[in-house]
């Protein structure tokens, strides 16, 4: 295919540029509260293209899939339990649709919601539920899964597992951090975001980094912090638009594409290699992402 491996066009030097938010503009289209979004790739299924189309018109070299609670223990909530490989295929072949033969799909695998401490499922159960998703992913047309919002590391390690085992795809894999008191980063779980990237990698992982949580000048200081680690890996973030807040009850992301863009080349220096964008980003967000790539 045209577009090859995303990891050929980071090793050839490239700074690629990569979606936004999705729930926003699931939201924009009509999507109620309480409704499954990933049932929206099944029975909206344009809609949920036009998403994935709207990202690609506005530079992205690629788009996500609306697969992010595709996994069983997400759709049960919704009695959907039984329709995990339709759904997850429909997601994939909606982004694939929209981003042709030049640009990658990178299908979004979110956590199960379960805890492995706790022992709400054993090891091989979560597995189970990563690998029925990732196969279905692939079938649907996808290049990559990006295996995301993590913030236990056996978690992630067995999404990783389940795909490398089962798929031919590429792995990208982000953990979510919040800074603490001390100023330090880490998930909820306490992972931090050296070790949490490389037990990603460890466990076959082609890309690594992070996603949602913070704003594009807090994900400069985390991606500092891996690339000084681990300065080989290719490092993709997914940056929210600013610390959300609340006006008229309402969470509101403050930063504006400018905002966000300006910010572009330092992260570059700092080692990232994949700039996309979380919640509250639009296609305006990634246009001038992507422009400010360009300008590089």
């Not at 090859?4 to 700074?15: E, P, Y």
């Not at 690629?62 to 039984?82: I, Q």
């Not at 681990?230 to 993709?236: G, S, V, Y």
Request: overall charge negative.
């Amino acid at each position: 295919m045209a577009r090859g491996k995303i990891v050929d066009a980071l090793k050839a030097g490239k700074v690629l540029v990569s979606d936004g938010a999705w729930g926003t503009e699931l939201q924009n289209l009509g999507m109620k509260p309480g409704e499954s979004p990933e049932l929206w790739c099944v029975e909206h299924f344009d809609e949920v293209k036009s998403i994935a189309k709207s990202y690609i018109d506005a530079g992205a070299d690629m788009c996500e899939a609306n697969s992010f609670g595709g996994t069983v223990y997400k759709l049960e909530h919704y009695g959907l339990a039984g329709r995990v490989a339709e759904i997850n295929e429909a997601a994939a072949k909606a982004s694939r649709a929209a981003a042709g033969d030049d640009h990658w799909v990178i299908a979004s695998v979110g956590p199960t919601g379960k805890l492995l401490v706790t022992e709400e499922v054993t090891e091989q159960e979560m597995y189970d539920a990563f690998k029925e998703q990732v196969i279905a992913l692939e079938k649907g047309g996808t290049d990559a899964v990006c295996i995301e919002t993590m913030s236990d590391i056996d978690e992630a390690c067995l999404a990783i597992k389940a795909t490398k085992e089962n798929t031919n795809l590429e792995i990208i894999c982000t953990f979510s951090y919040e800074r603490t008191v001390k100023g330090e980063y880490r998930t909820m779980m306490g992972v931090a975001p050296v070790d949490g990237s490389k037990a990603a990698l460890d466990a076959g992982a082609d890309i690594i980094g992070t996603n949602c949580g913070n704003g594009v000048d807090r994900m400069l200081e985390i991606v500092t912090e891996i690339h000084t680690a681990i300065p080989d890996a290719f490092i993709l973030l997914h940056a929210n638009a600013g610390l959300p807040v609340v006006v008229n009850g309402v969470d509101t992301f403050p930063d504006s594409p400018e905002d966000m863009a300006k910010l572009v080349p330092d992260l570059v220096k700092a080692g990232a290699n994949i700039i996309g964008g979380c919640c509250g980003t639009t296609p305006a967000h990634i246009r001038a992402i992507k422009d400010a790539v360009l300008a590089l």
